[in-house]
């Protein structure tokens, strides 16, 4: 390879790196995906923007205790983590939501009636016989047993 092809390839791979590291910045500056990352969502590091984040502790105890009045039963295994998730949802107002255990080896543990449901995934919420599959947040839970802010766990939802 003689001195001028050297420099050639040389340039052309200069040119390529700084043209992607252009397009590369670029497109996170500009975001033309319509998605909101957090440094151009006008949020401050450390906050949250999501909805569920908002809600007060109130809010979330009264939720708790009117899903498990109207019959909203949570379906999990200790060791998932989307389950997890969605007990820290809840936070100390878990307490008041109807779960069943279903691996075997879990804390009071029922597989039994996790097969009887024929749940096949975790988390799984059982309402009026119908499942909802995967995490859920506090809007999501609440539209589906017709829980609203001004709603008690006493008073049923019309």
Sequence with gaps: MNKNTKIFLIIVLIVIVISGTLIYFAGRNNNTSGINDSSDNGSVAGTSTNQDDQKDNAYIEKLAKFMTEKGMVLYGAYWCSHCQNQKKLFGEAFKYIDY????????????DECVAQGIEGYPTWIYQGKQYSGEKSLSDLAKIVGFTDDTTADQPAE
């Design 100 to 111: 069943v255990e279903c691996d075997a080896q879990g804390p009071n543990a029922n597989p």
